[in-house]
T-cell receptor, first 109, second 112 residues
């Protein structure tokens, strides 16, 4: 069964501190992994997808197939990073996304 | 930049009533989705729609639910005989072949 696990419901860090939002997945094939972000009162928007291997807003995420993880990292958190972050798995093509429960990141000044 | 738009932003309805949630996907997208998020819980897939028919649906999407693309631009979710537990944020999303899904801002449905 496909499953995405985000173990932390809430993560609070100080401004300037490093951030790591954890995501583990369960899927037997080679899925595509995404991070979506939802800022306060805004829509879900794509932050990163693993196949593009890019850095967006200072965030990076590396797919570790051995550990079945796709953790989201940023070396120095900013207050504007405060939001809900959802890890999602796409088994293949345009099949529906499977979401984790989300982690609320709170960056404290 | 084109966006998926959803109306209304908030709908309050009495238990047992029917509601229709509306979505206008991005115009050149071919894949359409409805998801819901009950307060405090994760985003859950309901249904996907491609080539004018349902391509996949979850076990949540029972006979109470239906989707329609009535005029080539709108994509609607109808919920018949609403129950209290249908209260949630409902998100519409659309995408092209092998691209990520783009989400609307959501409709908050409150069943009283």
């Amino acid at each position: 069964a496909q499953r995405v696990t985000q173990p932390e419901k809430l993560l609070s860090v100080f401004k300037g501190a490093p951030v790591e939002l954890k995501c583990n997945y369960s899927y037997s094939g080679s899925p595509e992994l995404f991070w979506y972000v939802q800022y306060s009162r805004q829509r879900l928007q794509l932050l990163l997808r693993h196949i593009s291997r890019e850095s967006i807003k200072g965030f990076t995420a590396d797919l570790n197939k051995g550990e079945t993880s796709f953790h989201l990292k940023k070396p120095f958190a900013q207050e504007e990073d405060s939001a809900m972050y959802y890890c999602a798995l796409n088994p293949s093509g345009n099949t529906p996304l499977v979401f984790g429960k989300g982690t609320r990141l709170s960056v404290i000044a | 930049e084109p966006e998926v738009t959803q109306t209304p932003s908030h709908q309050v309805t009495q238990m047992g009533q029917e509601v229709i949630l509306r979505c206008v996907p991005i115009s050149n997208h071919l894949y359409f989705y409805w998801y819901r998020q009950i307060l405090g819980q994760k985003v859950e897939f309901l249904v996907s729609f491609y080539n004018n028919e349902i391509s996949e649906k979850s076990e949540i999407f029972d006979d109470q639910f239906s989707v329609e693309r009535p005029d080539g631009s709108n994509f609607t979710l109808k919920i018949r005989s609403t129950k209290l537990e249908d209260s949630a944020m409902y998100f519409c999303a659309s995408g092209r072949e092998n691209t990520e899904a783009f989400f609307g801002q959501g409709t908050r449905l409150t069943v009283v």
